[in-house]
């Protein structure tokens, strides 16, 4: 089989998933909304000399850790198709393809992750309605949404290729997904932190995803875009790299 046929495949039949599990795109938008509206405004409220240190309304702040967090869990989560596929064996169909598995691999890391950013969009959309942010920034915002959850649908891929349980999958995405959310400071300003927990943060890579959709989408940052476009773009590229590594050395039993 023709290897761009196969990724256009894998990447139509991804997006096609999204759109006929409505309950997941409602999942998706809700839960964030709820973050954002109800943390955004009870610490707005609570906290207003917080609002006077950032420098800017708190809920303009929250808004582009909640557009990264919303991202992010989407993409990771979006490994387990991989344990669901192996289980009612279109895996297999997959495997034995006169193909190149890693092909199949990169169609389904775009087509989960272009339906990530769609989920962004969206978000974005309602959130750009109530709080003050750049609208120029919208557009470059979503392209680092995209290759954030290019890293981290690949990084759950890679996990969810060498796993058999969908559990056992869930279990290890809850240990990884909420310090990696909590240390990537989507919710409060690294610069006020302790310096002992700071070397915590700069080592998450989400970190430096969140920083550049704030600095897109408010204008603040706390590490150099540059540097966070070059360390996003090098975790994408490792990480693909590892996905389809792990993927070509799935068996089928």
């Given amino acids: 089989m023709n290897e761009g046929k196969i990724l256009y495949a894998m990447f139509y039949r991804q997006v096609k998933r999204y759109f ?21 405004m009870g610490f707005n409220a609570s906290m207003r000399g917080l609002s006077a240190s950032l420098g800017v309304d708190y809920l303009a702040f929250l808004a582009p850790g909640i557009v990264v967090m919303t991202t992010f869990s989407a993409s990771f989560i979006g490994g387990i198709s ?10 297999k169909e997959v495997l034995v393809a006169p193909a190149s598995r890693s092909y199949a691999i990169v169609g389904r890391s775009l087509g989960d992750s272009f339906a990530s950013i769609l989920q962004a969009l969206l978000i974005m959309l309602l959130i750009y309605a109530v709080a003050p942010l750049n609208l120029p920034g919208l557009l470059p915002s979503l392209a680092v949404c995209f290759l954030t959850s290019l890293a981290f649908n690949n990084l759950g891929i890679a996990i969810a290729s060498r796993m058999r349980s969908p559990e056992g999958f869930q279990l290890i995405a809850n240990l990884l997904m909420l310090p990696l959310i909590f240390l990537s400071g989507a919710f409060y300003p ?7 927990v700071k070397p ?3 080592l998450n890579p989400l970190t430096y995803s969140v920083d550049l959709v704030r600095y897109l989408m408010v204008g603040i940052s706390a590490v150099s875009p540059t540097l966070d476009v070059l360390i996003l773009a ?20």
Wanted: charged content about 15%; glycine content about 4%; proline content about 3%.
């Fill in 200 to 202: 915590l943060f700069y």
């Fill in 82 to 91: 991989v344990i669901w596929d192996r289980e009612f064996g279109f895996l």
């Fill in 20 to 40: 006929r599990a409505k309950s997941r795109i409602v999942g998706t938008i809700v839960n964030p909304l709820i973050f954002f509206l109800f943390l955004g």
């Fill in 234 to 253: 090098v975790m994408a590229s490792a990480l693909s790299l590892v996905s389809a590594r792990m993927f070509n050395m799935s068996t089928l039993d």
């Fill in 190 to 196: 690294i610069s006020n932190l302790p310096q002992v």
